[in-house]
């Protein structure tokens, strides 16, 4: 965005700006294992982003994050890290709830706005991940526990066991967990009724 770029009214017009960029994104899983960078910020993404770049993403989307939370006249302290080859800034420090709404549906929104916030003043597509109060953590460790549950469930009974309707985030957390317990897994149905489906041996 511009230097002098307007800050969303809200979560929820944040939400609704968001909706196209995050389908139009989800749309591009098709291949298994997902990747939750596949789409706009996979493919077009800079491989091989230095140390300096991703911190300066953090920059960004932080300020982004900042405004955003003056507005709306929330609370919060952010927090700015590079995991691996993302940046990755989180809001703590405070109760934000109805930023996170509905199994993550306004965080992920909020992300896709500060992605774009990155891309209008770098020129390239972030992958950077947004997390508010702690809830991508939560849910990481919550998918994780349930995909070696359910790989084990499997294997007992060699039966197939599709699993809820989750988002692409979701879904690669899942696959990732079968995969760790020597399981194959695929996804099936069409956003956002897209499901894991875990395949017994053989």
Known sequence: MSDQEDVPAGPGAAAGQAE?????????????????????DGDDARDGAGVADLELEGEIAADYIEGLLDVADLDGDIDMDVEGD???????????????????????????LTRLAVLRQTGWHSRLMLDIGGYRARRRAELTELGASVAEEVKRTGQARALAAMNAFERKIVHDAIAAAGLRSESEGIDPNRRVVVLPVG
């Open 20 to 40: 196209g960029l995050a389908e139009d994104e989800l749309a591009g899983l098709e291949s298994e294992p997902e990747s939750f960078d596949s789409g706009p």
């Open 86 to 112: 993302r940046a990755v800034v989180s809001v703590v420090g405070a109760t934000l709830d109805e930023l996170v709404g509905p199994r993550g549906e306004v965080l992920d929104a909020l992300q896709e």
